[in-house]
């Protein structure tokens, strides 16, 4: 039983070592992750906004204008 402690005391720190390792990588790939979301949040939302002005410009046409465009 002598000889399984110091193993222990060697393995352990080790073991705990690799485990939160683990764990700062999961957390690293989730922030990551996040920050692409917003990034593609922040772009839906810019298009978003210029598809509202663009449909906005589209109404203010005046009708004689609209006239000439249809087919």
């Given at each position: 039983?002598k000889m399984i402690?110091?193993?222990?005391?060697?393995?352990?720190?080790?073991?705990?070592?690799?485990?939160?390792?683990?764990?700062?990588?999961?957390?690293?790939s989730a922030a990551?992750?996040?920050?692409?979301k917003q990034q593609?949040?922040?772009?839906?939302?810019?298009?978003?906004?210029?598809?509202?002005?663009?449909?906005?410009?589209?109404?203010?046409?005046?009708?004689?204008?609209?006239?000439?465009?249809?087919?």
């Amino acid at each position: 039983m002598k000889m399984i402690r110091p193993a222990v005391k060697l393995v352990l720190p080790g073991v705990v070592f690799a485990l939160v390792a683990c764990g700062a990588e999961a957390v690293g790939s989730a922030a990551t992750g996040a920050a692409v979301k917003q990034q593609e949040l922040d772009n839906a939302k810019r298009t978003q906004q210029q598809v509202q002005q663009d449909v906005q410009k589209a109404m203010d046409i005046p009708p004689e204008r609209a006239k000439q465009l249809d087919p």
